[in-house]
């Protein structure tokens, strides 16, 4: 019978122990690599664009919860853990994405820090009223129109935003934006008065060497720019309102008179023109009306600080769109005979 074998030294068990261990470790390890690896990968490589809203004021873990249930990220809590480890929990921004379940969970939280919302194209042409400009953002879901309107009615908005006042009728700039979605109110507005700002201020000085305040202009220019939509006539147009104040004349311009009459129907009266109580009414006041009536564009302001030099007083709409300028009343009557009553209009 043979004996038995000597117990292993202390230190083969150690060894062996720790290899145990160690390859316990590493298992452990490579399964919680592959299920973190899992967590983080793209839950379908062959995915399009989803669109995804964060919404001013939204939590982490309920902007992580809404990828995960719209189906962008396999895990919320992946998403939450990366963000905080990288201390980047509270940078991400509102707005509306544009992402893809084909890109995988740190690429998409980056997109998220980045800011790079969908933006959205708006139109403004020349001569909108500012509730005219607010319900176009309105239309197309990228403001409110009462809370634009409450901020260009306000009588203390122009000196925030650094304009005449009061409010900000007339510095709403006719542009085409891009603008996303979930911008507050007051960002809509500064975008337009800081627009204005930039094409005002290059001729800020050729309107104060004619006499005018910012506000003044902007009034001048407001109505020019509803009184005709050939470029070519604003000059002339500007040159004859401005004949007119300088002979302490009244401005007599119908479109100034529609702006005071409340809900207006498109039938402009005698009665309307012979209303003291409007105080846009310019066949009754002296001088300019109290607010710009419109948002002129460059053009328009163009036109009123460096207007042609005539000697009109008087023009009367010809039927196509342009107008014929007159000298004096007598040569303005013969106008109006020729071209307005022979078409039934006043």
Do not use: C
Not at 81 to 92: E, G, L
Not at 101 to 125: K, M, R
Not at 307 to 334: I, M, N, R, W
Request: net charge negative.
């Amino acid at each position: 019978m043979s004996a038995p074998a000597p117990p292993a030294p202390p230190r083969s068990r150690l060894r062996r122990v720790i290899r145990l261990l160690l390859v316990s470790v590493l298992t452990a390890a490579a399964a919680l690599a592959g299920a973190i690896g899992w967590e983080l990968a793209p839950v379908d490589r062959a995915a399009g664009e989803v669109r995804f809203e964060v919404m001013s004021g939204d939590s982490l873990w309920k902007i992580a919860h809404g990828l995960e249930a719209a189906g962008v990220i396999r895990d919320a809590r992946a998403l939450v853990a990366i963000a905080r480890w990288r201390h980047v929990d509270a940078s991400v921004r509102a707005g509306e994405y544009a992402l893809s379940p084909a890109w995988g969970t740190q690429h998409v939280l980056d997109y998220l820090i980045s800011g790079q919302v969908i933006t959205y194209e708006i139109a403004l042409p020349e001569g909108l009223t500012a509730a005219e400009i607010a319900a176009r953002f309105e239309a197309a879901g990228l403001a409110r129109a009462d809370e634009i309107l409450a901020i260009a009615r306000d009588p203390d908005a122009a000196a925030q935003f650094g304009v005449e006042g009061p409010g900000l009728e007339g510095y709403l700039f006719p542009e085409t934006y891009r603008m996303p979605h979930g911008l507050p109110a007051h960002h809509v507005v500064k975008t337009m008065v800081d627009q204005f700002l930039a094409r005002w201020r290059p001729l800020e000085s050729a309107a104060n060497a004619r006499g005018f305040t910012m506000r003044q202009a902007v009034t001048l220019a407001s109505i020019v720019e509803k009184e005709t939509g050939v470029a070519s006539e604003r000059p002339l147009v500007a040159s004859v309102f401005e004949n007119r104040l300088a002979r302490g004349m009244r401005l007599e311009s119908d479109p100034t008179t529609i702006y005071g009459i409340p809900n207006f129907d498109g039938n402009l009266t005698r009665a309307h023109l012979e209303d003291e109580t409007n105080p846009w009414n310019t066949y009754r006041i002296a001088g300019l009306p109290p607010t710009p009536i419109a948002n002129p564009g460059e053009a328009s302001l163009r036109a009123v600080v460096e207007p042609a030099a005539t000697d009109y007083l008087f023009f009367v709409a010809q039927g196509d769109g342009a107008h014929v300028f007159a000298k004096s009343y007598d040569e303005h009557v013969a106008n109006v005979n020729r071209y307005q009553r022979r078409q039934g209009t006043r």
